[in-house]
């Protein structure tokens, strides 16, 4: 059974920073992309960040460039999510979830319908 175990999150002030983890069991985790999502009250929810396999790609929302920072360690089976500079706007409830192609040197954003498996989020609050 895939598991996706989100920690890390809490309540930070403006210009902070957290350090999000994503642990995974269930599934070869080095052969698969991971991404990071997140849902503000109110708002749908958006793509952060992506790592796929081996970290050959990366990619990031254009409002978290240069502040956060995506990473992944396959001997522990987990993802990693720095944040700094956070910002109020940063406020949201934080997802992984893992992209359904195996093997693939890539990731993506923009299909949200490209990840099959999601933890159960971690809350991030930014008071300004």
């Known amino acids: 059974e895939v598991q996706l175990v989100e920690s890390g999150g809490g309540l930070v002030q403006a210009g902070g920073s957290l350090r999000l983890s994503c642990a995974a069991s269930g599934f070869t985790f080095d052969d698969y992309a991971i991404g990071w999502f997140r849902q503000a009250p109110g708002k749908e929810r958006e793509g952060v960040s992506c790592i796929s396999r081996s970290d050959i790609t990366t990619q990031y929302a254009d409002s978290v460039k240069g502040r956060f920072t995506i990473s992944r360690d396959n001997a522990k089976n987990t993802a990693y999510l720095q944040m700094n500079s956070l910002e109020p706007e940063d406020t949201a409830i934080y997802y992984c979830?893992?992209?359904?192609?195996?093997?693939?040197?890539?990731?993506?954003?923009?299909?949200?319908?490209?990840?099959?498996?999601w933890g159960q989020g971690t809350q991030v609050t930014v008071s300004s």
């Open positions: 979830a893992v992209e359904w192609e195996r093997y693939s040197t890539l990731c993506t954003l923009k299909v949200e319908g490209n990840y099959v498996s």
